[in-house]
Every structure is written in structure tokens, then in C-alpha cells.
């Protein structure tokens, strides 16, 4: 297996897996209360999903460019 779509798939599990730390920051009950009064995330629930769909994205792009070499 090419060293990139090994990069790709922990690249994209780490990204999925700050996602779902993204997500389950923003159900708890004061990110909850914060957003309602500032209308925006926590600085950490924010990087969280930020870094996350980041980290997704660029597996996927390495994925899909090691299948093609």
C-alpha cells in the first residue's frame, strides 16, 4: 500500500474522529447556553470541527490521489 493512502485513511480517521468530538462538545449544556447568548461555539468546540473537517478533506483528497498513481 503507497505511503500516501496510508497518510489519506489516518488523516481521514483522525479527522472523523475530531468531527465527532466537534459534535458532542456543541450537544453539551453550556456550549448549548453559550450559543444561544453569543450565537457562536466555544473557541475549542470551534478548532474541533474546524481541524476535523480539515483533517477529513485532505484524507480524502490523498485517498482519491493514491488510487489514481
Known sequence: MPMG???GVI???????LLGF???????????LQ???????????????IGGAAA???GLV???LGRKA
Open 5 to 7: 493512502r496510508v497518510l
Open 11 to 17: 488523516a481521514l480517521v483522525a479527522g472523523a474522529i
Open 22 to 32: 466537534g459534535l458532542n462538545a456543541s450537544d453539551a449544556p453550556m456550549e448549548q
Open 35 to 49: 450559543e444561544t447568548f453569543t450565537g457562536s461555539y466555544s473557541d475549542r468546540t470551534m478548532w474541533y470541527l
Open 56 to 58: 477529513a478533506c485532505g
Open 62 to 64: 490523498l485517498l482519491l
